[in-house]
């Protein structure tokens, strides 16, 4: 499965943005997707993720409440909604694919840039 990640950009704190991530490929609504991210000089950390059916979800605690995780399947998409953004929101964002749901990615996509300013 191959991952186009869209939807980043420079926002106040506050605000908020929808990432977007399309999984191409014959079997893409079979993956697991998440969102991890990195900010500079640290390491990347997991967002959150969605299930392959949509019904199940799961979010690191520090954007439980603030950010919420849908998919389309019938486009392959997955779009992470993020509300009231903070500073330390800002990271570049990657969507990956886990074929077995069970928290292993196997396929990345390049990253989207979100800029929170204070």
């Known amino acids: 499965v191959q991952l186009q990640a869209s939807g980043g950009g420079l926002v106040q704190a506050g605000g908020s943005l929808r990432l977007s991530c399309v999984a191409s490929?014959?079997?893409?609504?079979?993956?697991?997707l998440g969102w991890f991210r990195q900010a500079p000089g640290a390491e990347r950390e997991f967002v959150a993720s969605?299930?392959?059916?949509?019904?199940?979800?799961l979010y690191e605690d520090s954007v439980k409440g603030r950010f919420t995780i849908s998919r389309d399947n019938g486009v392959n998409t997955v779009f992470p909604q993020m509300n009231s953004l903070k500073p330390e929101d800002t990271a570049v964002y990657f969507c990956?694919?886990?074929?077995?749901?069970?928290?292993?990615?196997?396929?990345w996509g390049q990253g989207t840039l979100v800029t929170v300013s204070s």
């Open positions: 969605i299930s392959s059916s949509g019904f199940s979800t």
């Open positions: 990956a694919a886990d074929p077995r749901g069970g928290s292993e990615y196997t396929s």
């Open positions: 490929g014959r079997t893409a609504n079979r993956y697991a």
